[in-house]
């Protein structure tokens, strides 16, 4: 990834974490398919010239090139999905604040160890107005309401 103009090298995905990416996915495939948004998994996401990070999943608004002429910007995101495991200070705190700071309007982080989705909406330049901490029930993303995330099917429990 690309944060603050520096390389940073991410751990290798591991099977608790490429799982849950892959589950996420299959969750949102209706969204897909209906057209209501477009998917990018593990891809690119460009901020500015020296942020490019590349979260787990983006919900995106369907574009007819699928943003094969030009990755995705902040604009463009109508949900984005971090899955942490070892990785959840590091997405709870530089990279969520990038996210902020750039007006992604909203970000799940997924807590693989402590079995919580953070939720966090109303972007700003000093962090996230509005935060909440998921353990059960269903999420709704604010820009696609016809999408239900059971929260404990997303966990595994």
């Given at each position: 990834?690309?944060?603050?103009?520096?390389?940073?090298?991410?751990?290798?995905?591991?099977?608790?974490?490429?799982g849950?990416?892959?589950?996420?996915?299959?969750?949102?495939?209706?969204?897909?398919?209906?057209?209501?948004?477009q998917?990018?998994?593990q891809?690119?996401?460009?901020?500015?010239?020296?942020?490019?990070?590349?979260?787990?999943?983006?919900?995106?608004?369907p574009?007819?090139?699928?943003?094969?002429?030009?990755?995705?910007?902040?604009?463009?995101?109508?949900?984005?999905?971090?899955?942490?495991?070892?990785?959840?200070?590091?997405?709870?705190?530089?990279?969520?604040a990038?996210?902020?700071?750039h007006?992604?309007?909203?970000?799940?982080?997924?807590?693989?160890?402590?079995?919580?989705?953070?939720?966090?909406r109303?972007?700003?330049?000093?962090?996230?107005?509005?935060?909440?901490?998921?353990?059960?029930?269903?999420?709704?993303?604010?820009?696609?309401?016809a999408?239900?995330?059971?929260?404990?099917?997303?966990?595994?429990?």
């Amino acid at each position: 990834e690309l944060i603050e103009g520096e390389i940073v090298d991410m751990a290798p995905i591991g099977s608790a974490h490429g799982g849950t990416t892959d589950h996420l996915t299959t969750l949102v495939a209706r969204a897909i398919a209906d057209g209501e948004v477009q998917a990018r998994v593990q891809g690119s996401l460009r901020l500015d010239a020296f942020n490019e990070p590349q979260p787990d999943l983006m919900l995106l608004r369907p574009r007819p090139d699928f943003y094969r002429t030009a990755h995705p910007t902040a604009a463009d995101v109508l949900l984005l999905v971090e899955v942490a495991d070892s990785s959840l200070a590091y997405d709870c705190g530089p990279k969520l604040a990038l996210y902020a700071r750039h007006g992604v309007p909203e970000v799940w982080i997924v807590d693989l160890r402590g079995r919580t989705v953070a939720v966090c909406r109303q972007p700003d330049p000093g962090g996230y107005a509005e935060q909440q901490s998921v353990v059960t029930g269903e999420l709704t993303p604010m820009l696609v309401p016809a999408l239900r995330i059971d929260v404990a099917a997303l966990l595994g429990v």
